[in-house]
Every structure is written in structure tokens, then in C-alpha cells.
């Protein structure tokens, strides 16, 4: 595991939690990086990505407007604020970063750094 992924939790549904996407022993600042989800049963969800700069970001339209993604590549973090939780927004949350790309990654498979999931589940 090279990414450490932290934050998840339980929480009632209108609630809010922060993810945070960690790189220890090795930079990432220019690395594109992106968060993905997987509910029990269900395929894995592309949520949102950023640039390696941090100058660009795209979401889901499932998530648009209550999530947002950022980055800070002085401590090699890139954080998920989620806001507005829903009970369908309950999943493991991953995060992945691409060592070729820096622009605005969606596909799954051009991320070659995966962490290891945190778990949100948000109850009614």
C-alpha cells in the first residue's frame, strides 16, 4: 500500500466528514490524483479528481456540489470534504494517483497507486 486513506466514519445523513489521501516517504505533488467508492454489491464509483497542481478539479454528478476535493502538496495530502452525507454515499472510499498523469484522471485504470480504503457509512 503506498497511499494512506484516512477520515472515514459513521455519521447521520445531512452530516460531514474529511478524507484524507496521504503519500508517506515519497512525494506526489505532481501526480493526478482521484477518489473512487465502492458500495457493498456494487461496482467501484468514480467521485472526483484534481491536477497535480490543484489548479483543476472534476466531480460526479452524484457528488457535485456537496463534495469537494483539494490538495496540499506541501504535507503530500489530498483531502475529500463531504458534506450533505446521504445513506447512499455509504462505501469504502479509495484513493489513487496517477506517476504518468497530471491533468484530470477519470479512468480507474490510469491510476497505478492505490490506497487501501476507509469506510463511510452514513445512516438515516
Known amino acids: 500500500v503506498q497511499l494512506q486513506a484516512s477520515g472515514g466514519g459513521s455519521v447521520q445523513a445531512g452530516g460531514s466528514l474529511r478524507l484524507s489521501c496521504a503519500r508517506s516517504g515519497r512525494a506526489f505533488s505532481n501526480y493526478a490524483v482521484g477518489w473512487f467508492r465502492q458500495a457493498p454489491g456494487k461496482e467501484r464509483e468514480f467521485i472526483t479528481a484534481?491536477?497535480?497542481?490543484?489548479?483543476?478539479?472534476y466531480y460526479a454528478d452524484s457528488v457535485k456540489g456537496r463534495f469537494t476535493i483539494s490538495r496540499d502538496n506541501a504535507k503530500n495530502t489530498v483531502y475529500l470534504q463531504m458534506n450533505s452525507l446521504k445513506p447512499g454515499d455509504t462505501a469504502v472510499y479509495y484513493c489513487?494517483?496517477?506517476?504518468?498523469?497530471?491533468?484530470?484522471?477519470?479512468?480507474?485504470?490510469?491510476?497505478?497507486?492505490w490506497g487501501q480504503g476507509t469506510l463511510v457509512t452514513v445512516s438515516s
Open positions: 489513487a494517483a496517477s506517476s504518468n498523469l497530471v491533468g484530470l484522471v477519470v479512468g480507474a485504470s490510469q491510476y497505478d497507486v
Open positions: 484534481i491536477t497535480g497542481r490543484g489548479e483543476g478539479t
